[in-house]
């Protein structure tokens, strides 16, 4: 099989840009559009695509090659939706798929539409050169991930089982980066696992009366008291066995010194947020809400935590640390997850199976002295529905993000590298093929 990756990369690259094109917006989430690109680039190869009608103006698409052996499937899962983006915020049409200086711009570009093209090319690949298969692979692309998956993966999960009788499965969660902490390497992460949103809620009653006489019930005094202690507190770091086995391949490679000590980087101010987050629950301070008059004090007050837990903490537990850190029983705490119904328990992915050791070769074929690593995503990702049907979950995104690329996800004049984009159709046809292709 004789692929021209320069004329193929051409391809797949106007096949991009077109996509960005198609406004997902979520909200509103109007996605049928962008179900109807994939599924109408599949049509054209002669693979028959299913649209699945989960709710008005809400398609998935669906597509399957056909595996004459046993095997269960390989699913190459993405959402077709993306955030809003205010045009006057960016210098370029968010919805516009303009390249410029070798960056390819759109609401997007990373999150996650030109992943989506990737795995579609997989598929085209396999269809157009006839390619006999160990396993079956799928193809799925849904709706409603960035406002929670009632209307996509969640919905399918709960309706449509028989989608997902696969081996293990491909999303988002992490991606290759040009570093580690700030010291210059490629790594590519892979993420395992994700944290767990918990937001939650501090009430406190307190006795209303005149503001103009000395009280020592006031609930706003409570709650500021509570909330000082909680945004004071410093968690410990829970360095988990996949970040010891980083550091110790980092340490073998010369890449790090010996004495590399993650406690000793945050108390030199020298750990990124995006690191630190990795390694600890995370707790911000998002919404208090009391008072209505300034010579009345109010009868009550509360605090809005926006709370995100790693994979392992019980929320029990959490909960308990969090009351005895406040120390102080007028305050009533209470999980304010109303907003994300039956959530699963996070749960981690095995490592070790032939998706991994397919991404670990295929890595160290496009970068020779590249690190692999399993990593949780700080982030929620459709995986977590999927690791809770047992199904291996991995976030990887083949292509190597720099700090601006990263800085890209739900913010302003998101890009991706034409450079990238290349090396993302690459790499994922390079571990798709070496798991699904008959040897
Ligand atoms: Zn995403």
């Given at each position: 099989m004789n692929i021209d990756w320069s004329e193929l990369r051409h391809e797949a690259e106007g096949a991009f840009v077109r996509y960005l094109q198609i406004?997902?917006?979520?909200?509103?989430?109007?996605?049928t559009p962008a179900a109807q690109f994939l599924g109408e680039l599949l049509e054209k190869e002669g693979i028959v695509p299913e649209y699945i009608?989960?709710?008005?103006?809400r398609q998935a698409v669906f597509a399957r090659l056909k595996s004459l052996a046993n095997n269960r499937s390989l699913m190459l899962a993405s959402h077709t939706d993306v955030v809003p983006a205010r045009t006057e915020d960016w210098?370029?049409?968010?919805?516009?798929?303009e390249i410029i200086d070798g960056k390819i711009y759109g609401r997007?570009?990373?999150?996650m539409k030109s992943v989506t093209i990737f795995h579609l090319f997989c598929m085209i690949l396999i269809k157009r050169f006839d390619i006999p298969l160990s396993r079956d692979l799928v193809f799925l692309s849904v709706p409603d991930e960035e406002t929670g998956s009632r209307f996509g993966m969640k919905w399918l999960v709960d309706n449509r089982p028989?989608?997902?009788?696969?081996?293990f499965s491909l999303n988002e969660g992490a991606s290759g980066l040009e570093s580690f902490n700030s010291i210059p390497l490629d790594i590519f992460q892979v993420a395992v696992s994700e944290k767990r949103m918990a937001p939650f809620r501090l009430r406190v009653k307190g006795t209303p009366g005149h503001g103009s006489k000395p009280t020592v019930d006031n609930p706003i005094a409570h709650l500021v008291q509570a909330c000082e202690r909680l945004v004071n507190w410093t968690r410990e770091l829970d360095v988990s066995e996949q970040n010891t086995v980083l550091v110790r391949t980092l340490t073998d490679k010369g890449l790090?010194?010996?004495?590399?000590?993650f406690k000793k980087l945050r108390e030199d101010g020298l750990m990124s947020p995006d690191m630190e987050a990795g390694l600890t629950n995370t707790i911000n301070l998002t919404i208090l809400n009391s008072g209505f008059k300034f010579n009345v004090i109010p009868g009550s007050a509360e605090a809005l935590f926006d709370c995100r837990l790693l994979p392992e903490m019980d929320l029990g537990d959490w909960r308990a640390q969090v009351e005895a850190q406040i120390d102080d029983d007028r305050i009533v705490f209470s999980y304010a997850l109303e907003e994300v119904p039956n959530e699963p328990d996070p749960i981690i992915s095995e490592w070790d199976n032939e998706l991994s050791v397919a991404i670990e070769h295929s890595v160290r074929e496009f970068f020779e002295d590249a690190i692999v690593s399993q990593s949780t995503s700080t982030v929620g990702t459709d995986n977590r529905f999927l690791r809770t049907l047992g199904i291996p979950s991995y976030g990887f995104i083949p292509c190597l993000l720099s700090q601006s690329e990263l800085n890209g996800f739900h913010a302003n004049d998101e890009f991706l590298t034409q450079d990238n984009f290349k090396l993302g159709v690459e790499l994922m046809w390079s571990v798709v093929a070496k798991v699904v292709c008959s040897k």
């Open positions: 406004d997902s917006s979520n909200p509103p989430g109007r996605e009608e989960i709710k008005d103006g210098t370029v049409d968010p919805f516009g798929g997007g570009a990373v999150d028989d989608l997902f009788d696969c081996e790090i010194n010996g004495d590399f000590d």
